[in-house]
């Protein structure tokens, strides 16, 4: 478990006013609001969570964790309590094999069940002070903001109305969120043609399928460890079903034997869902003092666990920017720069899952171009190019100061040796601050002029190993979410000037 932050008395009921008075007001307690919720903690901020659930899901839901997630967690020190989950270098596109080996700390994809994730950032947030209303969960049925803060009107579980006033509030309630439909956020994009009915079932006996295509439908079947089998299942040209609740066994039983012609329906199952291609995106992630991060923010189909990445990845970009704003160390407007870098990231992933959901869920008239693009993963650019979008390693945020090609790009991996200590460099950012490292045997000088929000940090590479573009540089600032906004050249420190303009911007005026 990462070191726990400056902790704050939780919560638990409303103040003297009858309202409880927070920072944030986070909606919805699935991992992308724990991280979320984690990362406001660890930076001192008061956080209450709002939770329609009565109970933490058991439903595994998404279990897969890309490369740059594992990096999110490793740089908060999160990664041991995940016990060394399996690690898979073959994902897909579209169904199609894809190696996703790329250079870094966590190459391929990692099976972890949600109620693991959800169960570890849970721990983490409530050791950091906060109140997630453990025992009363809270479903809205209200908000209204002005100027200065964000008031929201919950229910408990005994019917029980329950006001909550923060000076933000943050949507991370999923795909039918209720803070989008109480602040009818303009949500374009389109709606769902083709579903996949999927659960996880006791007690059968069938062959392990991957993307299996069989002239009535595609069908996906894994057995796991525990003797647990999910299913999957699309036929092909059965359009997308509204639904107002998950379809029953019975139906998903049916749709697997008239593709596969095996008998499923004698299995005990532990939950059924579905999902479609529905492809949507919020015109704007921020609305005033109410953002949205993950499925509240965009609504994709989750191939290949990309929407829980994207969510998590929201989180981590959103959290030290709303914490910095409310510190008083950065002005309001860096919370623009949330919408505009995840804006377009999500824009790009949407585009990569609906081309997927195309080949996967299309029937024999997707089958040439299915050929073409399996000829073309051979080419090894090709292959870069898709695992990189996969794993969320090809970010790049534009729009930043300096021309230095590492500006925009994350910090890349490598061993360093910090006085006689050895570590890496996302354990450099094991505090949850910024980072001014040093590499040619000093700090910048002007750094210290935000000692308070950075870590100033002198460093060498570890012998005999590889530093990468690390070598080429003198000195780098990094965000608190690991991605560089300044880099020096070897051997040339750089103007103080440009830096202190650098860091002003992202670090807010020093005191």
């Given amino acids: 478990m990462a070191a726990p932050g400056p902790a704050r008395p939780r919560r638990t009921a409303p103040g003297p006013t009858g309202v409880l008075d927070t920072q944030v007001i986070v909606v919805g307690a699935g991992p992308v ?3 979320l919720t984690a990362e406001l903690c660890l930076h001192g901020i008061q956080v209450a969570v709002v939770e329609q659930r009565h109970r933490p899901t058991k439903e595994s839901r998404a279990s897969t964790l890309h490369a740059r997630t594992m990096e999110i967690f490793d740089s908060r020190g999160l990664l041991t309590d995940f ?13 199609l094999p894809l190696d996703l080996t790329l250079p870094g700390a966590y190459p391929g994809q990692h099976k972890v069940p949600q109620t693991k994730t959800e169960s570890v950032l849970e721990e983490w947030a409530l050791s950091l002070g906060a109140d997630i209303h453990c025992g009363h969960r809270l479903e809205l049925i209200d908000l209204v903001q002005d100027g200065e803060a ?6 408990d579980r005994e019917g029980r109305p329950v006001r909550l006033r923060g000076q933000y509030l943050v949507a991370c309630d999923g795909q039918d969120s209720t803070v989008r439909r109480l602040t009818g956020a303009d949500f374009p994009g389109q709606g769902a043609t083709r579903e996949l009915l999927r659960a996880d079932v006791e007690g059968i006996h ?5 993307f299996e295509r069989l002239p009535g439908g595609l069908a996906i079947a894994a057995r796991r460890p525990d003797g647990v089998t999910r299913v ?3 036929e092909f040209g059965a359009p997308a079903q509204q639904r107002t609740h998950a379809p029953q066994f019975t139906e998903m039983a049916a749709a697997w034997q008239r593709v596969t012609g095996e008998d499923i329906s004698a299995g005990t199952p532990l939950w ?3 999902f479609d291609d529905a492809n949507r995106q919020l015109a704007q992630y921020r609305h005033g003092r109410v953002l949205y991060a993950g499925d509240a923010a965009h609504r994709q189909m989750p191939i290949g666990g990309q929407a829980l990445n994207l969510g998590l990845q929201d989180a981590f970009n959103l959290g030290w920017k709303l914490a910095a704003v409310l510190a008083g160390h950065a002005p309001e407007a860096l919370l623009d720069t949330y919408h505009t870098e995840r804006h377009a990231v999500g824009r790009a992933v949407l585009a990569n899952i609906r081309a997927q959901a ?13 050929t073409v693009l399996a000829e073309l993963l051979g080419d090894e650019q090709v292959r870069t190019r898709l695992a990189g979008m996969i794993s969320g390693l090809d970010i790049h945020y534009a729009g930043h100061d300096g021309g230095h090609p590492l500006v925009g790009l994350r910090l890349p991996h490598a061993r360093l040796r910090v006085g006689s200590a050895t570590c890496t460099t996302l354990e450099l950012l094991r505090s949850g601050r910024g980072l001014l490292l040093g590499l040619d045997g000093r700090v910048p000088a002007v750094g210290e002029r935000w000692a308070d929000r950075l870590d100033l940090v002198v460093a060498r590479p570890e012998p005999d190993s590889d530093p990468g573009e690390l070598d080429k540089v003198s000195a780098v600032a990094v965000r608190p979410d690991g991605y560089v906004v300044w880099a020096a050249p070897s051997q040339q420190m750089g103007a103080d000037q440009e830096l202190a303009a650098v860091l002003e911007r992202w670090f807010g005026t020093p005191h």
């Fill in 33 to 35: 609001g724990l991280l």
């Fill in 83 to 95: 016990a060394s989950p399996p690690t898979e270098p073959r994902g897909h596109f579209g169904g």
């Fill in 150 to 155: 964000v008031e929201a009107q919950a229910m």
């Fill in 206 to 210: 069938i062959r392990d399928r991957r």
């Fill in 232 to 234: 999957m299942v699309h």
């Fill in 272 to 274: 059924v869902n579905h």
């Fill in 358 to 370: 195309m080949l996967l869920l299309g029937g024999a008239e997707v089958e040439p171009l299915r």
